[in-house]
């Protein structure tokens, strides 16, 4: 697009990014991450604490939770570094926090699953591959566990049925059906669910 062209479409869609970016404030307060010593990070609805320590002479950087409380021992100071150890945590704790789900789901359900992957997608919170390898979002552990109960019966369901027709949408409200009310959370608090 020409630069020139910029500004008319910037005054036209004025209101809508206005709103999108109200939208993504309000988000970014209703899961408020903070990444520094005596911080907190969000974990199922949860909020742990952060405890931060850094030792020059750690080769590897690791976060252990005890209780209601994440300590991360760091290599190096910085945000960056924290955000990197944290990720990390937060995926090998997905894997731990969503195969069980996955599992009592599909077996409630009658259906086996193929394997799980855990991911960063930046568009998707999950999917179900017609192999049945199921992909989730390892984000989705900044959400309630309400919200990730039902992403995973949400992918349950595309076992089923692959598409998004009124038949698999019954089948979600069959086995969720608080279904529409976390959609709402997670289109409404979505973009906010970052470290």
């Known amino acids: 697009m020409a630069l020139r062209h910029a500004e008319p479409l910037v005054a036209e869609k004025g209101p809508w990014i206005e709103r999108t970016l109200r939208r993504f404030e309000d988000a970014r307060a209703a899961a408020p991450v903070r990444l520094e010593d005596g911080g907190f990070v969000p974990y199922l609805g949860e909020r742990l604490e952060l405890g931060v320590r850094v030792d020059h002479e750690r080769r590897r950087p690791r976060v252990v939770r005890r209780d209601d ?7 190096e100071p910085g945000v960056d570094p924290l955000r990197d150890v944290l990720e990390g945590w937060y995926r090998r704790q997905a894997r731990l ?7 009592a789901a599909a077996s409630r359900a009658g259906l086996r699953r193929g394997p799980l992957s855990i991911r960063g ?14 992909s989730f979002n390892w984000r989705l552990l900044l959400a309630p566990a309400a919200v990730l109960d039902y992403v995973v019966e949400h992918e349950v369901a595309h076992l089923a049925v692959p598409d998004h027709s009124p038949r698999f949408w019954a089948l979600v409200a069959k ?3 608080a279904f529409r009310e976390h959609e709402r959370w997670l289109k409404r608090h979505g973009p906010a669910l970052r470290l």
């Open 121 to 134: 997608q930046s568009t998707r919170w999950a999917s179900c591959s017609s192999s049945c390898a199921m």
């Open 69 to 75: 409380r994440l300590e991360a021992m760091l290599a």
């Open 175 to 177: 086995r969720c059906p």
């Open 97 to 103: 926090e969503i195969a069980p789900r996955l599992d």
